[in-house]
């Protein structure tokens, strides 16, 4: 009986987690990859503008193998990474190893394995957050939040050249206007950042665009990077486009509507 109770909870686990190849099974090209996103920092300046996490109790949710903790850490209280896939897990806990305001924990968005309003920041990139289906996590990270938190989450804009362009022909059926509606629904303000990939050489720049697209898609678009950075060039750059959605948790009480003006109303208020 607890061998049945334990194998549909092992499936339940793994109907919750969403396949990620790129990071699953390439981990040397994601890690160069991760290292040539966001050269300029754009992503941590419109982030830390929008809630600034120095001294604060940081959660990185699909965390993978932990790489921006130790910089969240820089000036956080305490950061928190969760993976569900195991063997990322064991390689974010030796990134972190000598960092000991960092720890990370095996668990999905959908149940994140902390205490409610335990964290002031739940950040999660590229991970799980896509758009229509993802309501449980968004359930979990306000169960989280201590009031007048911040959910931060980082995505693709697949509507900004080139690399939108190159990740519709992948995904024809991706629609960035609805996902953007459904934030929107959900009360996610959303910021776009344009940023850019910088590549210290053209092998490492292939090595990531063929672990991110199709065969056909990849030689494409390293073709066009190829033109646009011209031959001889050392350094390669890619314009990479983002979306920051952002959500506080209200601060206040929330009670029923009771004044006459709102008679017949059932939605709540903020104290
Ligand atoms: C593309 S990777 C991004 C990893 C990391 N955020 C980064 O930027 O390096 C997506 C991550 O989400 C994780 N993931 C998959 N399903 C998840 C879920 N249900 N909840 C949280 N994370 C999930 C994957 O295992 C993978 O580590």
Same mark, same amino acid.
């Given at each position: 009986m607890l061998w049945d109770k334990e194998s549909r909870v092992l499936r339940r686990r793994k109907a919750e987690?969403? %396949?990620?190849?790129n990071i699953w099974y390439h981990a040397g090209a994601y890690e160069i990859e991760n290292r040539a996103q966001d050269a300029d920092g754009e992503i941590w300046r419109v982030l830390a503008g929008l809630r600034d996490w120095a001294g604060l109790d940081v959660v990185d949710v699909g965390c993978g193998d932990g790489f921006?903790? %130790?910089l969240f850490a820089e000036r956080a209280r305490s950061v928190i990474g969760v993976e569900p896939h195991a063997p990322l897990l064991a390689r974010?806990?030796?990134?972190?190893?000598?960092? @000991?305001?960092? #720890?990370?924990?095996?668990?999905?968005?959908?149940?994140?394995?902390?205490? /409610?309003? =335990?964290?002031d920041l739940v950040h999660a990139r590229t991970a799980y957050f896509f758009g229509p289906g993802c309501e449980p996590g968004l359930l979990e990270a306000e169960r989280v939040l201590r009031p007048g938190g911040t959910l931060a989450i980082v995505d693709l804009d697949v509507s900004a050249e080139p690399y939108g362009r190159w990740m519709r022909s992948d995904l @024809?059926? +991706? /629609?960035?206007?609805?996902?953007?509606?459904f934030f929107a629904g959900q009360g996610f303000s959303c910021r776009r950042v344009a940023t850019r990939w910088r590549f210290t050489d053209v092998e490492s720049m292939e090595s990531v665009l063929r672990i991110e697209f199709s065969p056909r898609v990849a030689r494409l678009a390293i073709a066009e990077v190829m033109? /646009?950075? !011209?031959?001889? =060039?050392?350094?390669?750059?890619? %314009?990479? !486009? +983002?979306?920051?959605?952002?959500?506080?948790? @209200?601060? !206040?009480?929330?009670?029923?509507?009771?004044?006459?003006? /709102?008679?017949?109303?059932? #939605? @709540?208020?903020?104290?």
């Open positions: 987690i969403l %396949p990620s190849p921006h903790l %130790p974010a806990r030796k990134r972190i190893a000598d960092h @000991p305001t960092i #720890s990370v924990k095996r668990g999905a968005a959908q149940r994140i394995p902390l205490p /409610d309003a =335990s964290a @024809p059926h +991706y /629609d960035p206007v609805e996902v953007e509606k033109r /646009d950075n !011209g031959v001889s =060039s050392g350094e390669i750059t890619i %314009p990479v !486009g +983002y979306r920051v959605h952002v959500r506080n948790k @209200p601060t !206040g009480m929330l009670l029923p509507h009771s004044s006459s003006s /709102d008679s017949g109303s059932s #939605s @709540p208020r903020m104290l």
